[in-house]
């Protein structure tokens, strides 16, 4: 049986595996991903590092902007995400 990480350590991994994002795998972003929600830390806007649908590194994203909306379309899936310009 797996020990639990504690939240201190979640956050350490959480934070030392987005410092070099573009070299992750799908599967890597979603396990780091299911770490953060199971210990309830908000990933902010390191979220906006990876496509929600298929969990790829935006490499090459086509970006749009429009009345102070951010429109980024995946490069890999064709998926679209919106934020708005704070």
Excluded: V
């Excluded at 939240?7 to 410092?19: D, L, Q, V, W, Y």
């Amino acid at each position: 049986m797996k020990k639990k990480k504690s939240r201190t350590e979640a956050i350490k991994e959480i934070e030392e595996f987005f410092g070099d994002i573009l070299s992750k795998k799908p599967e890597q972003i979603r396990k780091i991903k299911k770490m953060a929600m199971a210990h309830n830390i908000k990933l902010g806007n390191r979220r906006k590092l990876f496509c929600k649908e298929c969990f790829m590194p935006y490499k090459d994203p086509s970006i749009r902007i429009k009345n102070d909306m951010i429109t980024i379309k995946c490069g890999n899936c064709g998926g679209k995400s919106k934020w708005k310009i704070i």
